[in-house]
């Protein structure tokens, strides 16, 4: 019997869509036992959204994809679930099942692949590596695949950083939130993208965060999904107003974090603002794991 861990993640780092995302000390563990034959999925801790508990079930499609590559047959197993990362809020728990799907696979294989091989197998699958890679490695990492080869970088992170993330009680699916992207950008909109991941990207390998207000930007995606988000606006220039030193839209959303340095007197300023909304936005201020996906024995 084993448990793997598997931390959310915040994908479309301000400018960065598609490419830049950071893992979240929020963890769901996947404890596996095998078993004579067939497949038992008891989940724990169960959120609004309802889990499969048959071969639906994607940690389970995940390990059988895995297997099916080396044309081996899956054996009976017991999975049980416990689950932190909310579902459908752009919060990774896609990533993080298909994380735990890849590191299962390979352990019970003893194929002994590495965690960049696994990451970059949950990129082929996923389609863009924003959320699989930080989850396999952990802290902020620029992922780009190119031909079949991943390239990334993890970047290191200001200490004095940590994240409000403030989610939704309403869940936004990331198909439905990717439709209404345009499937085609001015040049203008690409020079202020990339003009802002540089800055993004300096701004924390310096661990200068004066300039992140600006450097968490983005013309790509976040204007798009306005709509499919409502009182992101607000919210964010409330939490600007406050002192946080940027905010971004998490993944294809509905979540949204501020990088904060003043976690005390943000929680005291935010919590009220977000009573009198007519949502309800749960907020919680985290760290960045730096640890990423990992087996523990039991
Ligand atoms: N980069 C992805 C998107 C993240 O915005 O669609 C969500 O998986």
């Given at each position: 019997m084993f448990t793997v861990k598997v931390p959310a993640t915040t994908a479309n780092m301000g400018p960065g869509f598609d490419c830049i995302g950071m893992a979240l000390d929020l963890y769901n563990y996947i404890t596996v036992e095998t078993i004579p034959q067939g497949l038992e999925i008891i989940i724990k801790n169960p959120q609004d959204m309802q889990i499969p508990?048959?071969?639906?079930n994607l940690i389970y499609k995940t390990i059988q994809h895995f297997y099916q590559l080396l044309g081996k047959k899956v054996p009976g197993l017991r999975l049980i679930q416990e689950d932190h990362i909310p579902c459908t809020r752009g919060l990774g728990s896609s990533a993080a099942c298909i994380a735990a799907g890849l590191l299962i696979a390979n352990y019970l294989l003893n194929t002994n692949y590495s965690k960049e091989q696994l990451a970059k197998m949950g990129a082929m699958i996923e389609g863009h590596p924003d959320n699989i890679v930080p989850a396999f490695l952990g802290g902020m990492v620029t992922a780009v695949l190119e031909k079949e080869e991943l390239h990334y970088v993890k970047i290191p992170l200001p200490k004095q950083l940590s994240f409000a993330l403030m989610v939704p009680d309403f869940p936004l699916a990331t198909q439905e939130a990717r439709q209404v992207i345009p499937k085609q950008i001015s040049l203008q909109d690409g020079i202020y993208n990339a003009s802002r991941t540089a800055l993004l990207i300096a701004s924390m390998m310096t661990g200068n965060t004066e300039h992140l207000r600006v450097a968490m930007k983005d013309r790509f995606h976040q204007p798009y999904r306005i709509p499919l988000v409502p009182e992101m606006e607000d919210i964010f220039k409330k939490a600007l107003s406050i002192g946080a030193k940027g905010v971004f839209l998490s993944g294809a959303g509905p979540t949204l974090i501020a990088a904060i340095e003043e976690d005390t007197v943000f929680e005291q300023k935010m919590k009220p603002f977000l009573q009198q909304l007519s949502n309800r936005w749960n907020l919680t201020i985290i760290n960045p794991s730096q640890q990423g996906a990992e087996i523990l024995m039991n």
């Open positions: 508990t048959d071969e639906t």
